[in-house]
């Protein structure tokens, strides 16, 4: 699995980006896909995933009414939209992806999202929020 992202950049508070994961060789129909970020000095954290064969999401509850995750499998691609965007959303933001039809199902039912639980990961797109 080769998990790339696109989208991020510097955007000022209140404002708006899309954030593009392109997965290949992963399997739409059977494996979840979520969005990681990390902050400078700060641990990587779960912020949002999908299970794109029943569309099963998950957003944290930091981002929860702000932002969204979306699948198209035709075109292979994770989208997190990001709205109302804070300064302390700035962080690198990865996309990973695992085999297991479980991880976001368990994030739903109050586990979260581990990193732990996937196992492929892109090489991350910074976001910078200014105030």
């Known amino acids: 699995v080769q998990l790339v992202e696109s989208g991020g950049g510097l955007v000022p508070a209140g404002g708006s980006l899309r954030l593009s994961c392109a997965a290949s060789?992963?399997?739409?129909?059977?494996?979840?896909i979520a969005w990681f970020r990390q902050a400078p000095g700060k641990e990587r954290e779960g912020v949002s995933c999908?299970?794109?064969?029943?569309?099963?999401?998950f957003l944290a509850n930091s981002v929860k009414g702000r932002f969204t995750i979306l699948s198209d499998k035709d075109k292979n691609m994770v989208y997190l939209q990001m709205d109302s965007l804070k300064p302390e959303d700035t962080a690198t933001y990865y996309c990973?992806?695992?085999?297991?039809?479980?991880?976001?199902?368990?994030?739903?039912?109050?586990?979260?999202?581990?990193?732990?639980?996937?196992?492929?990961w892109g090489q991350g797109t910074q976001v910078v929020v200014s105030s």
């Open positions: 990973a992806a695992d085999g297991n039809e479980y991880p976001c199902l368990r994030a739903v039912l109050g586990r979260g999202i581990l990193r732990t639980e996937y196992e492929s």
């Open positions: 060789g992963f399997t739409f129909d059977e494996g979840v």
């Open positions: 999908i299970r794109p064969s029943d569309a099963v999401t």
